[in-house]
Structure formats: C-alpha cells, structure tokens
C-alpha cells in the first residue's frame, strides 16, 4: 500500500507569494494531521482533521495559513502571502483513530523555502 | 498541558554497543501512549516503539526496548547492538488517546550518532 503522500517535496519561493502543500492520506485512515518542523521550535501540529472536518486549528499561526480537506482522500495547507519565517518543513501524517492506539503514518514532508 | 521533554539533544555510541536515550512527560492522565519516533536524513518519520501506559510490560521490537517508569513519568529508549543505520533523529512522543483526541505532542529530539 502507498504511503502518505506529499507534494512538492521542496518549494522555493520568495516573500509574499502564495504556496499550497498538498497531501494524500493513507486510504481509510480518517484522521490526517498536519505538522511543521524547525530548527528552533521542533514539531509543532499545525491543525488535525477527523472525517474531513478540523478538529483543532489552535496550532495555526496566524490567518495567513489556512488548510482544507475536501475528501478523505485529499488535504491542503495554503500560505498566503509568505513570509521567510514560514520556511520549515511540513509534514503531513494520518491515522486510522479509534483502536489505532494513536500511532500517525509521515509522508516525507515538504520543504518550503521562503526568500 | 502535556510536554515531552529530550534532555539529550545529541548522542553518540559505537558500532554494536548499547546506548540510551531519555525521556520525561507530564501529564494528569492516567490512560495514555507513548512513542519512540526515528526519522533518518530522509525525513521521514517512521514509528520505532510504541507503550500503552496501562502496561506494566516493557515493550520490546527486536533491538529496540523502552524502560518505562509510569510513576517518574520517564520512558527511556535503549538500543542495543547499535548498527549504522540507526543513526538519525529521534523522537519521543505522546498521546493521551481520548476520542477526538487524537494528536501527538512531541519533544525536541535526540540526534544519534553511530561511531564505526
């Protein structure tokens, strides 16, 4: 079976434009989780769904990150505008909840670099 | 709220030998997992070891094994026959597994070095 599956492995972009990172779960898992990772702040989870529905979003910085999932099959987290202080990696993972004993499955992440 | 915390930010082991890595949480619960996460230069993270908390029993996966002290909240991991390939970051991280609860909190990381 594939994978959590994210694109693009790596952006580079400059100030101010707009990016969407994208992830594929693993098929019939229902809860999909986006992460992000620095040098200085670790892993911090950004937002989680359970069933396509954001369970808690309190890890968004700020208005400028939004994420959607419009399926079970398919999530995205946009940034709009960029800023340098958003370059990390993101990773997004998925779990199949109840009974899992809450073990997530990583995609390989998303490097994102902001100039 | 929970924290995890990696004392350790970098250790180093010789090839075959044994080495530990620490590991605090505080938590009010008293149902709860706990995880040993490795991610090597690749970046992607993959699931080493995983403790329910109600288990008294140590849990083992082949090289890996954890020392899980419930009452000092400490869950140590130890790698035994130390190989190359185990050299990455690693992670522990924990999860109090309540419905719609479902999110890891993770510490700071550990970065392993394997000496040949």
């Known amino acids: 079976d594939a994978g959590v599956i994210q694109s693009p492995r790596h952006e580079v972009t400059e100030m101010g434009q707009e990016v969407t990172l994208r992830c594929k779960p693993i098929?019939?898992?229902?809860?999909l989780f986006w992460y992000r990772q620095t040098m200085m702040r670790g892993l911090e989870l950004l937002i989680y769904?359970?069933?396509?529905?954001?369970?808690?979003d309190s890890g968004m910085p700020e208005d400028r990150f939004s994420a959607k999932m419009p399926n079970a099959s398919f999530s995205t987290l946009k940034i709009q505008p960029s800023e340098p202080r958003d370059s990390a990696v993101y990773f997004c993972?998925?779990?199949?909840?109840?009974?899992?004993?809450?073990?997530?499955?990583f995609g390989e992440g998303s490097r994102l670099t902001v100039l | 709220a929970q924290t995890v915390t990696q004392s350790q930010p970098e250790m180093s082991v010789q090839e075959a030998e044994t080495v530990t890595l620490s590991c605090t949480y505080d938590?009010?619960?008293?149902?709860?997992?706990l995880f040993w996460y490795k991610q090597p230069p690749s970046r992607q993270m993959i699931l080493v070891i995983r403790q329910e908390a109600y288990k008294q029993q140590n849990a083992t996966e082949n090289r890996f094994s954890v020392n899980f002290q419930k009452a000092a909240k400490s869950f140590s991991l130890k790698i035994s026959d130390s190989q190359l390939g185990d050299a990455a970051m690693y992670f522990c991280?924990?999860?109090?597994?309540?419905?719609?609860?479902?999110?890891?909190?993770f510490g700071t990381g550990t970065r392993l070095t394997i000496i040949p």
């Open positions: 993972a998925s779990s199949v909840g109840r009974g899992n004993t809450g073990e997530l499955f």
């Open positions: 991280a924990y999860n109090v597994g309540n419905f719609g609860n479902e999110k890891l909190t």
């Open positions: 938590t009010s619960e008293s149902d709860y997992y």
């Open positions: 098929s019939g898992h229902d809860y």
């Open positions: 769904f359970n069933n396509n529905v954001p369970i808690d």
